[in-house]
């Protein structure tokens, strides 16, 4: 069973960036997609972006193409997620999961998800 942990969350005004990190423990690291999600108070839980177990495919949601770039070490168990250009409305908790789903695929649906991360808070200032 992995255990993921997220990090990297904390501050920033308005046009900054923050890299989030999502470690992952055990060897079989590389067999699981890695993906990510966002939940602000009242909102739903949304889809970000995943990476694929190969690291050969990323899928993205809409509102952050273009700003959200996601990259595994899986040397280090580690996937990380860099986010450009921030704005207030990307104030949330963001979450690490893992799939151990048994296809290459960068899945975008909370269900296909097995590990969750505890969650760490991104608060973007106007």
């Known amino acids: 069973q992995v255990q993921v942990v997220e990090s990297g969350g904390g501050l920033v005004q308005a046009g900054g960036s923050l890299r989030l990190s999502c470690a992952a423990s055990?060897?079989?690291?590389?067999?699981?997609?890695i993906g990510w999600f966002r939940q602000a108070p009242g909102k739903e839980r949304e889809f970000l972006a995943a990476i694929s177990r190969s690291g050969g495919s990323t899928n993205y949601a809409d509102s952050v193409k273009g700003r959200f770039i996601l990259s595994r070490d899986n040397a280090k168990n580690t996937v990380y997620l860099q986010m450009n250009s921030l704005n207030p409305e990307d104030t949330a908790v963001y979450y690490c999961?893992?799939?151990?789903?048994?296809?290459?695929?960068?899945?975008?649906?909370?269900?296909?998800?097995?590990?969750w991360g505890q969650g760490t808070q991104v608060t973007v200032s106007s």
């Open positions: 999961a893992a799939s151990n789903r048994g296809y290459d695929i960068p899945y975008s649906g909370r269900g296909a998800y097995d590990y």
């Open positions: 055990g060897r079989t690291f590389s067999s699981y997609t």
